[in-house]
């Protein structure tokens, strides 16, 4: 349940192949802006256990994503910070909760990080883009070079719609799966990040 990344998890937020119109975060004008992710959308975690499939939801999260030509039909994108507290992993049963905070290490390491500042877009036939990055995720005080991806477009208001999800697995932060039931239930290595978010307009 260590999950977020988001990280993620969040994090956060890319998407899709780099094909020939591809453009790298370094193309972005000097004067870009730092738009606030602050707490719009969805990040939520799934994975399952010998017994049963379990959820968690990220209830807020905070980061920056600086863009650059965002006039354009594809904005650059110059880099991305996602922090995703540990205490706002929240599950439907107090027990797993406790277990999923406790194997994220909180009280020693109490926020998952994701920062990239390599960001790619690239345009889609359907009139939304895809992101991809390559950045750090920090877990449990474990961090780890992954590339995440995901599918954004720009909405008449001037925000930013942003989905896409990421699998992982929890030994690769070293974190040690959760059991309940003296051994008898345990947390799969597996796990899946879904995000839903929506960037506000720079102009905000």
Known sequence: MEQTLLVLTGLLLLAGPMGPN??????????SITVDVGEQGEI??????????WTMEVESF????????????IPSIQSINVT???????????????KAHK??????HPDITFAADE???????????????????????TTKTVELKATAARRDDGTYAVEGEHDLKLSTFDVERPSAMFGALKVTDEI???????????SE
């Open 62 to 73: 905070r980061g920056t994503v600086v863009l650059g030509d965002e006039d354009s039909a």
């Open 103 to 108: 194997a994220l290490k909180k009280k020693a």
């Open 192 to 202: 899946e990040v879904e995000f839903d978010i929506i960037l506000p307009s720079p």
């Open 119 to 141: 960001v790619m877009t690239s345009e889609s036939q359907d009139g939304s883009f895809a992101v991809s990055t390559t950045g750090d995720l920090t877990i449990a005080g």
């Open 84 to 98: 995703v507290p540990v205490e706002e992993l929240v599950a439907d049963r107090s027990s797993m909760q406790e």
């Open 22 to 31: 591809a453009r790298p975060a370094n193309a972005a004008p000097a004067d």
């Open 44 to 53: 939520v975690v799934n994975g399952s256990s010998n017994v049963r499939a």
